[in-house]
Nanobody
């Protein structure tokens, strides 16, 4: 059974950094695309960053220049390095593992999420 699990969230002051991780397991041979999404209270889940297997990345405008998505294909793991965090970055961060081949953004397996709170 496929499992996707995020980790690395927490409480951080404005200007601080966090590194989120997400690993997929349970018989997955290849994750084609990885996406990080954020859901703030009362809002819809939105894309933060996505990275394809061939290395192409795209970011939400609010994340550009501050967040970096990377992946380790051998470990079926994706990371999100978040720097210069702002209160508006607060929310539950979910990753989505796009597998099998042919799935698009948000169509793969979801993890349960990890809470990120940016507050002084």
């Amino acid at each position: 059974q496929v499992q996707v699990v995020e980790s690395g969230g927490g409480l951080v002051q404005p200007g601080g950094s966090l590194r989120l991780s997400c690993v997929a397991s349970g018989g997955i041979a290849v994750v084609y695309g990885w996406g990080w999404y954020r859901q703030a209270p009362g809002k819809q889940r939105e894309l933060v960053a996505r990275r394809s297997r061939d290395g192409n990345s795209n970011y939400a405008e609010s994340a550009k220049g501050r967040f970096t998505i990377s992946r380790d294909n051998e470990k079926n793991t994706v990371y999100l390095q978040m720097n210069n965090l702002k209160p508006e970055d607060t929310g539950i961060y979910y990753c989505n593992a796009e597998t099998p081949y042919g799935l698009g953004p948000m169509e793969g397996y979801w993890g349960p999420g990890t809470q990120v709170t940016v507050s002084s």
